[in-house]
C-alpha cells in the first residue's frame, strides 16, 4: 500500500513551493551571517549605512553651511570662529578618512560574500551542466533502442559529452591576453 503524499505547501502567487522554500534558506543564511558578524563588522556596517542616508547629506549640509555662513559673516550676532576655514577643512579631512575606511571595511565583507555566492553559482552551474548531459546521453540511448540514430544532430553529439571547467577557464584567459 502506497503511503500517501504529504501536502505540498501553499507559496505566495507566481511563486512554487520550491522556490519559496529556497527564498526562505536565503533569507535565514543571511540572517545567520550577520548574527555571527563581529562587533567591529556591525559598527562598520551601521556607519556606511547612515553614512550613506539622506539625513546624513541634510545634517552635513545643515552643519557645514551653518559653519561657512557664520565665518563669512552672513549671521548677525554671531562671531566667527574659523575665517580661514582651516578648521573646518581639517575636520571634513579626518571625517572623510574614517568614512572612506568604514566604506571599505563594508565593501571587503561585501565582496567575501559576493565571492562565496559566485563560487556556489560555479558549483550549481557545474552539477546542472553534469546532470543535463547524462541526461541528453540517456536520452540517445532511449533514441537507440528507439531505431532513432541522434548521431545524425551534431549538436546532440555535443550535449552528450561531458566538458571540462578548467578548460572553459584557460580558453576565456586566452581571449583575454
Not at 5 to 17: V, Y
Not at 152 to 176: F, G, N
Amino acid at each position: 500500500m502506497k503511503k500517501p503524499l504529504a501536502p505540498r505547501p501553499k507559496a505566495a502567487p507566481g511563486l512554487t513551493p520550491a522556490l519559496e522554500r529556497n527564498i526562505q534558506a536565503l533569507v535565514e543564511r543571511r540572517k545567520r551571517e550577520q548574527a555571527k558578524a563581529s562587533i567591529q563588522q556591525k559598527v562598520a556596517d551601521a556607519i556606511t549605512s547612515f553614512t550613506g542616508s539622506m539625513l546624513f547629506a541634510y545634517l552635513h549640509l545643515f552643519a557645514f553651511g551653518f559653519w561657512i555662513a557664520a565665518n563669512i559673516r552672513w549671521l548677525p550676532g554671531i562671531s566667527p570662529w574659523d575665517e580661514s576655514f582651516v578648521v573646518l577643512a581639517m575636520i571634513a579631512s579626518v571625517e572623510a578618512i574614517f568614512l572612506s575606511t568604514f566604506v571599505l571595511i563594508s565593501q571587503n565583507r561585501m565582496a567575501a560574500e559576493a565571492d562565496r555566492r559566485a563560487e556556489l553559482d560555479l558549483q550549481i552551474s557545474l552539477l546542472t551542466e553534469h546532470e543535463i548531459t547524462k541526461m541528453v546521453a540517456l536520452l540517445n540511448e532511449i533514441a537507440n533502442k528507439n531505431g532513432i540514430d541522434p548521431r545524425q544532430d551534431e549538436e546532440l553529439q555535443e550535449a552528450a559529452s561531458d566538458i571540462a571547467p578548467e578548460r572553459v577557464l584557460d580558453k576565456i584567459e586566452e581571449t583575454r591576453a
